[in-house]
């Protein structure tokens, strides 16, 4: 049987949460905007190769890259990324991709903001997954919102 929730006893929980959405926003939009701007220069790199996967068919996406066997073909992919990266101002690790990291620090914040909100709202912060957590984000961000432009 499910539990109700009334706006009365998230009230608090979402004040206290102000900050950390307009900082998770704040990281959600930096990320978006950091893999326009490094798919920007990566993509004609990319492009340049001839990536296969195991049944010969060409791989168009970077993120698939993952089906790529051909690993002296990727490192040599990733090692012009990495260049190419350092072009662009990175001075993050090398072998790190600035666009993952911005899109990894924002889904860590989604995390914290799950398990806070489960621990103060009575679910497990860790099993939202897929769709459920898409949506579980949203309303948690929207009450945060709701309830502080309220008061």
């Not at 920007?40 to 993120?63: A, H, Q, V």
């Not at 991709?97 to 914040?109: F, K, N, S």
Request: aromatic share 8%.
């Amino acid at each position: 049987m499910g539990t109700t929730l009334n706006l009365q006893q998230a009230e608090p929980w979402s004040r206290d949460n102000q900050k950390t959405v307009g900082e998770l926003l704040a990281l959600r939009a930096f990320a978006e905007i950091e893999r326009k701007r490094v798919d920007s220069y990566l993509r004609p790199i990319f492009d340049s190769f001839d990536f296969r996967d195991r049944d010969g068919e060409k791989i168009t996406n970077p993120r698939n890259l993952y089906l790529c066997e051909d690993e002296a073909l990727c490192r040599a992919y990733y090692n012009l990324c990495d260049a190419e990266n350092r072009k662009h101002g990175f001075t993050g690790p090398q072998d790190h991709c600035p666009a993952l990291i911005a899109e990894d620090a924002a889904m860590a914040a989604e995390q914290a903001l799950l398990l806070s909100a489960g621990k103060a709202l009575g679910f497990d912060g860790n099993h939202c997954w897929g769709d459920l957590r898409k949506k579980m984000l949203h309303c948690l961000i929207g009450l945060c919102i709701t309830v502080n432009k309220a008061a």
